[in-house]
């Protein structure tokens, strides 16, 4: 079997996205990001200063004050232009989950598939998790009401052996009922997501 031709997606030095922009860090410390079946590196990962987490946090706690005042359906539309540009750029994504992680094409491609999944069971389970209970007359005189809410800020820390698929066992989900998200790629496999980040 040959080795996969490299897809040109090999920046040099990995930013983090925050607020809608891609910064540099400011971390005089950066891990190389290899491609292990030819044994190169094809980029660098900094390893993010405390107080540039602590900027996402922010970023993500103030996108969040607008964000969980979005009608779900309009939530549920963010989901959809997702899952439109993961199948759009299915296989460059899928290509490029293997230059660094080292699967072989057809598993990252099950990578990218189990991914776009993920986006459609938030889509169907949007409503439902979203959909509060009423009980009428739980005692006399007495009726109760659940009522839920968005939470605010989730991080989702991904490991190295699927990392599209990992973080959307969240992602989509935090996003349709409300919440906001600071992913945190693995500095092991931090191209996939970087490029998902890119497309999006």
Not at 40 to 60: G, M, W
Not at 140 to 152: A, C, H, Q, S, Y
């Amino acid at each position: 079997m040959g080795i996969l031709s490299e897809v040109a997606y090999t920046p040099s030095r990995l930013q983090l996205l925050v607020d809608g922009h891609w910064v540099d860090s400011k971390s005089a410390e950066y891990l190389p990001v290899m491609n292990p079946a030819t044994g190169n590196q094809i980029s660098t990962v900094p390893f993010a200063l405390k107080e540039e987490v602590d900027d996402a946090a922010v970023s993500c706690q103030n996108a969040f004050e607008k964000w969980k005042n979005l009608a779900i359906s309009e939530r549920m539309q963010c989901l959809f232009r997702i899952k439109y540009v993961i199948e759009e750029h299915f296989e460059e994504l899928a290509r490029v989950n293997t230059q660094n992680h080292g699967k072989t094409i057809a598993e990252s491609r099950g990578d990218i598939r189990r991914t776009v999944e993920n986006v459609e069971a938030a889509i169907s389970a949007g409503y439902t998790l979203s959909k509060g209970e009423h009980l009428d007359q739980v005692a006399e005189g007495i009726d109760e009401e659940t009522v839920k809410e968005p939470l605010g800020v989730f991080a989702v820390i991904c490991p190295f052996n699927f990392p599209t698929m990992v973080p959307f066992w969240f992602l989509p989900y935090a996003i349709v009922l409300g919440c906001t998200v600071i992913v945190k790629p693995s500095e092991i496999t931090p191209l996939p997501m970087t490029f998902m980040a890119e497309l999006l």
